[in-house]
């Protein structure tokens, strides 16, 4: 396969070019594009024995390529995604631009892969970081005892806000230095730590809003509730969320409480969750475990007593890799495997 890494040079990028590698991906040609304020860097091959000079995606001729790999942000996208597609691509698009769009189907490699089939626009959406880390659990459930209702709360990673929010929380954690234990007994030791990126300081932190409020919920918390339904096909799905940011650099978790139309036990949602593509059970999950790894780790698994038919449980997984760059490698795959080629 021919492909493009949009976006090369970004953090989700650059763990796309990471993913290539790891799962020697069969390349016949690989290009990078950026912005043009990042065209003629040149980055390694997959195999580190070249270079590859990145090309500016808005002047570039991307004729001859099979798949795109975009990791741009969504205004980007929007600038060029039909573009690409009209060159003769399928674009694997990172961002938010497309996913809600009738036409683009909303991937989760191993939750609904038949959907790839369907691209009338030639664009595949990845879904948000977050809901990618609760479908493949989710669906394993749904198929066994019909998915009702879901109440979330998130945790999620500052990364989640791209470089800008690594780069804020780790700002904030050199300051403090030996002051940091100060903040248990005495808040006002953050009044002077650098807060742009997020509504408050970050570090050793908790903030009760992810994302920027639409309405009395964030785009956060409307992701979630739209893009589930759209991946696990349940149009009708009663999603409450509350999305929560945490002083965490890499990791996405969610605790879930979920709803079923049937009866389904605590043991036999570990065994359906242990089969399910993309899951790895374990007794604690966390963002420490699941940081530059595949799988979403989910533990905690129980009974919800509160609902008739209910269970809780949680999961953590990465939401550069997992939530972002490995799904979309997975869906280029999934291209291969189809038709033998894109």
């Known amino acids: 396969m021919r492909v493009g890494v949009f976006g090369a040079t970004g953090q989700v990028g650059g763990v796309v070019r990471t993913v290539l590698r790891e799962r020697a991906f069969p390349l016949d040609e690989l290009r990078y594009f950026a912005s043009s304020r990042s065209a003629g860097r040149r980055l390694p091959s997959p195999d580190g024995a070249t270079e590859i000079e990145v090309e500016d995606v808005a002047s570039a001729d991307v004729t001859g390529l099979d798949v795109a790999l975009l990791s741009m942000g969504a205004i980007a996208s929007k600038d060029h995604a039909e573009r690409i597609t009209a060159a003769g691509l399928v674009v694997i698009d990172n961002s938010s631009a497309w996913r809600m769009d009738p036409d ?37 459930l749904d198929r066994e005892a019909g998915l009702r209702r ?42 002077d730590l650098p807060a742009t990126v997020f509504p408050v300081p970050m570090a050793f932190n908790v903030a009760p809003l992810a994302g920027h409020l639409v309405d009395d ?12 339904r759209k991946i696990l096909e349940l149009p009708d799905l009663r999603v409450a969320v509350t999305c929560v940011r945490v002083g965490v650099f890499t990791g996405h978790s969610l605790s879930v409480n979920a709803e079923f139309d049937r009866a389904i036990t605590a043991e036999r949602a570990r065994e359906l969750l242990a089969a399910a593509p993309g899951v790895e059970m374990c007794d604690l999950p966390n963002p420490h475990q699941a940081a530059g790894a595949d799988p979403c780790y989910v533990g905690r698994v129980r009974a919800d007593d509160t609902v008739e038919h209910g269970l809780a449980f949680f999961v953590s997984g990465d939401n550069l890799r997992k939530g972002a760059a490995l799904n979309a490698v997975e869906i280029a795959e999934l291209l291969i495997s189809d038709s033998g080629t894109a």
Do not use: W
Request: charged fraction near 20%; proline fraction near 3%.
């Open 150 to 191: 879901i109440v979330v709360s998130t945790y999620q990673a500052v990364s989640g806000a791209g470089g800008k929010g690594i780069e804020e929380l780790a700002e904030q954690v050199a300051k403090l230095g030996d002051q940091a234990v100060a903040l248990a007994f005495d808040g006002r030791t953050a009044a």
């Open 104 to 140: 683009v189907p909303l991937v989760v490699a191993g939750v609904n892969d038949h959907a790839v089939a369907d691209r009338p626009k030639g664009i595949i959406a990845n879904p948000n970081c977050t809901t990618m880390v609760a479908m493949s659990a989710l669906k394993a």
């Open 217 to 228: 919920e964030t785009n956060e918390e409307h992701k979630l509730r739209e893009e589930s």
